[in-house]
């Protein structure tokens, strides 16, 4: 919009500039001319008195004339010996513009017996005009070369001056287009600010009631909208816990039983022992669905938050690597920003979620990538990293960016392996990691294989903070 008032003040600045410079300049000669014509016929009948019809060019005194600066005359009387050529009969009150200064044809067309005007340039490559008209009483003609100089330094004054205006009017038509976008575009930049709002999780994003009627039905069919999502989303969750928390009970009945049942194996038949141990595993994998939906219940209820305590970072990661079962090594980058005082990379963080990401991201790596090769730790003064390399085929480019949302296995059990998960593992690292004010990506391994990397900010506690929380290994 700035630019197409720019633009079109500009084309009216110069449209505008050269019907001003056309009609001045028409004017301006129009006058010029008209003024010349009749000065040269006032001025052709004072030569034509002080000729006489039997006087000399001796006789006449051109600075008698009326002559304004700039204007020469130029007389010619026909006597003895003068055909018209230049040489005798010719009389100039300056000798730099006589005879030969005139343009040959207005001569010839003034001494055959017709006035005439003409533009040219002199020799001294100035813009002239000359007017002569022919005195019949004498046989003789007078002319006048006025000199158009001041006619062009007052077109070149009013070019500038319209040059100016129109720089002035194209600065005020982009000052005008830069208001008018503000006001046109400004109740639509905040619709589309609500909408990046609302698709980036944040369900209580409105649009404000603006002061124009054209944009009413957009408002209000957009804040419908956004209150039937929130609406719908908030009982899924609900719905979500609900069901969760009433299937702990019947789930904690089913542990007790198969617990019994577990106990008295030797009683049971080998086949009724291969069904207990299905039974089983299908129990934990349930389980372990019913604890992951309430987890992200609670993410969706926006009730978590975080208990940070002081860690050294390597020392944190390896116990919770052993934690969950597995040996994989532990790689402190030597590049690091670490304690002098203790060896390590000193961060807060809640012990008890990150402990957990670190744990779901082995077991992916354990179902879907041929087990976990190494974990890497890695900081500066103001992040922290931590990445879990495994040994499969890496995750596909078009995976990347799905993988971390809920249940999405699809690109896991298809194309790295044939887990038996249910797709909230790494949907639940990324809320873990997001409540850090941290972010979790996935990319290729140095080694091959995908490697996952967590990365956190490096915060440090107030000793006031962690007075009752300490380090630990």
């Known amino acids: 919009m700035i630019l197409a008032f720019s633009v079109g003040a500009l084309l009216l600045a110069l449209v505008l500039s050269g019907l001003v410079i056309g009609v001045t300049r028409t004017q301006l000669v129009s006058n010029r001319e008209s003024g010349a014509v009749v000065r040269v016929a006032t001025n052709a009948n004072i030569v034509r008195s002080s000729l006489g019809i039997d006087g000399g060019a001796a006789n006449l005194d051109l600075s008698s004339l009326q002559t304004p600066e700039g204007s020469r005359p130029i007389v010619f009387q026909r006597v ?27 001569r010839e067309a ?29 046989g003789g003609a007078y002319f ?26 194209v600065l005020a038509g982009a000052a005008f287009g830069w208001y008018s976008a503000r006001q046109i575009l400004r109740p639509l930049d905040e619709v589309g600010t609500a909408a990046r709002a609302l698709a980036g999780g944040n369900l209580d994003a409105r649009i404000r009631r603006l002061v124009d009627p054209d944009l009413e039905p957009i408002i209000t069919s957009f804040n419908g909208m956004a209150d039937s ?21 019947p789930l904690m009945t089913l542990q007790a039983s198969i617990e ?16 207990l141990d299905l039974l089983a595993e299908d129990l934990d994998r349930f389980r372990e669905l019913v604890e992951d939906l309430l987890e992200m219940s609670r993410f969706d209820a926006g009730v978590m938050h975080l208990d940070l305590d002081e860690v050294l970072l390597s020392q944190f990661v390896g116990h919770a690597v052993r934690s969950a079962g597995f040996s994989t090594p532990v790689v402190l980058d ?27 991201l082995l077991t992916n790596a354990e179902k879907y990538g041929d087990g976990p090769t190494s974990v890497h730790v890695t900081a500066d003064d103001r992040r922290v990293r931590i990445m879990v390399d ?12 799905r993988i971390f949302e809920r249940f999405n296995r699809a690109g896991q059990a298809s194309r790295r392996g044939t887990g038996t998960g249910v797709g909230l593992g790494l949907a639940l690292v990324d809320e873990h990691v997001r409540l850090h004010g941290g972010r979790v990506s996935v990319e290729d391994a140095p080694s091959g294989g995908a490697r996952f990397v967590v990365e956190l900010p490096r915060v440090e506690l107030h000793p006031s903070d962690d007075d009752d929380t300490g380090m630990i290994g």
């Open 229 to 249: 999502l929130e609406s719908r989303i908030e009982k899924d969750a609900q719905f979500a816990s609900d069901v969760s928390h009433e299937l702990r009970s």
């Open 110 to 138: 003034v001494l055959a017996g017709a006035p005439s005007k003409m533009r040219f340039v002199d020799r001294n490559d100035t813009k002239s005009l000359v007017v002569g008209t022919p005195i019949a009483d004498v």
């Open 390 to 401: 495994d040994g499969g085929s890496g995750v596909p480019e078009e995976d990347r960016a």
């Open 260 to 275: 019994v049942l577990d106990n008295n194996r030797a009683d049971l038949s080998e086949r009724a022992q291969s069904a």
């Open 144 to 169: 006048e070369i006025v000199s158009l100089n001041s006619l062009d330094d007052t077109l070149s004054s009013i070019s500038f001056t319209l040059f100016g205006a129109s720089i002035a009017t």
């Open 334 to 360: 030597e590049e690091v920003v670490i304690d002098d005082e203790l060896g390590d990379v000193v961060t807060a963080l809640d012990k008890r979620r990150i402990a957990r990401v670190l744990a779901n």
């Open 80 to 106: 003895a010996g003068a055909d018209g050529a230049c040489g005798t009969g010719w009389s100039a009150q300056d000798p730099e513009f006589s005879c030969e200064t005139l343009p040959p044809e207005i």
